[in-house]
């Protein structure tokens, strides 16, 4: 099936630091989105993203989360400054439409120390 | 706040029987989805319903928007169907967001 890419698969930062996660969507998806797992935890919505715009976001999408995906590279999740709580799995995923199936990517794991 | 109840969060079952999973809402969602997490972490698209029922081999879903829920059933389980299943509700007013349900652990024992 569709595959999305997400990279690194793995980031330990200090907290305080800047991180940039990355994801590369299926190829001719137009909507993109982040979701978050914390250990034993739900999945849980962050953020979707469409024509270079956010459509909506959650209350975990803090201020100092930013998305973007310029010149139609990769999708990205920065968070600056960093803090303990953001270790998490972070999960990129793509679909075509509004309204339709999702494809996720593998996750990236961030522990924030 | 809108949830996903899902049942059971642990199943075991001999193979070559079935059981079902199920998912309730506590609001009308639009659509569901259902996965499964390979040994990588990776969620596996299983089946994608805005109404109805869907069969892919031994799986099969239903959605039922206005009675809120869904149900997945496996028939002829194989060990290989061992995994966590999940399903998620799109739902959302300005874009489609998943809300997704806790989880299944499906074990499946010779």
């Known amino acids: 099936g569709p595959k999305v890419l997400q990279i690194p698969s793995h980031q330990i930062i200090d907290m305080g630091q800047m991180v940039t996660l990355n994801c590369d969507p299926v190829s001719n998806h137009l909507y993109f989105y982040w979701y978050k797992q914390i250990l034993g935890q739900q999945m849980e919505f962050l953020v979707n993203?469409?024509?270079?715009?956010?459509?909506?976001k959650s209350k975990l999408f803090k201020d100092q989360f930013s998305v973007e995906r310029p010149d139609g590279s990769y999708f990205t999740l920065k968070i600056q400054p960093t803090a303990l709580e953001d270790s998490a799995v972070y999960f990129c995923a793509s679909s075509l439409g509004l309204g339709g199936e999702q494809y996720f990517g593998p996750g990236t794991r961030l522990t924030v120390l | 706040g809108d949830q996903v109840e899902q049942s059971p969060s642990a199943l075991s079952l001999h193979e070559g029987t079935g059981s079902a999973l199920r998912c309730n809402f506590t609001t009308t969602m639009r659509a569901v989805q259902w996965f499964r997490k390979n040994s990588r972490g990776s969620l596996i698209n299983l089946f994608y319903l805005a109404s109805g029922t869907k069969e892919n081999g031994r799986l099969k879903s239903a959605f039922d928007s206005k009675e809120r829920y869904s149900t997945l059933h496996i028939r002829d389980a194989q060990l290989e169907d061992s995994g966590t299943y999940f399903c998620?509700?799109?739902?959302?007013?300005?874009?489609?967001?998943?809300?997704f349900g806790i989880g299944t652990l499906l074990s499946v024992k010779p």
């Open positions: 993203f469409y024509n270079g715009k956010v459509m909506e």
């Open positions: 998620a509700a799109e739902y959302g007013s300005s874009g489609n967001k998943l809300i």
